[in-house]
């Protein structure tokens, strides 16, 4: 995709300045019944350049979106909870669709009702 640098933007409205008075000027030169007729087969042209423009372009560069970097977890280490509590050493995020990679990952031990222990990847609900 071209870049908006400012050189770029100053052109584009210069020349579209030019165009406005290059309109304005044929105009009044020719009269408006026969700029009707020219602005009649020039916006047939026009639109059918528009029409055929995304086929005359080249395809989109493989990959399309990139992907973001994943999330890393290592060596999390162990996670131990009781009585209904939480233990988390890995990721954990929040409705998040995102690559994750977790490497070498502790034990996790949940003892009790409600108990929750990980060492991984953990997603929750968004609030």
């Given at each position: ?6 050189p ?8 579209f300045?030019?165009?406005v008075?290059a ?27 528009a ?21 890393r ?6 996670a ?15 409705g ?5 990679q ?26």
């Open positions: 995709m071209p870049r908006r640098t400012r770029w933007v100053w052109a584009g409205r210069v020349l300045g030019v165009i008075v309109l304005a000027v044929h105009l009044v030169v020719v009269g408006l019944d026969e700029a009707d007729k020219v602005a009649s087969g020039i916006s047939a042209v026009v639109a059918l350049v029409v055929g423009t995304p086929y005359l372009l080249p395809p989109p560069s493989p990959g399309g979106v990139p992907t973001p970097e994943p999330d977890s290592e060596d999390t280490g162990a131990h909870a009781t009585g209904g509590g939480q233990a988390n050493t890995g990721l954990q995020a929040a998040v669709e995102r690559p994750a977790i490497a070498r990952s502790g034990d996790a031990t949940a003892d009790g009702p409600g108990s929750v222990a990980n060492t991984g990847v953990q997603l929750r609900r968004r609030a």
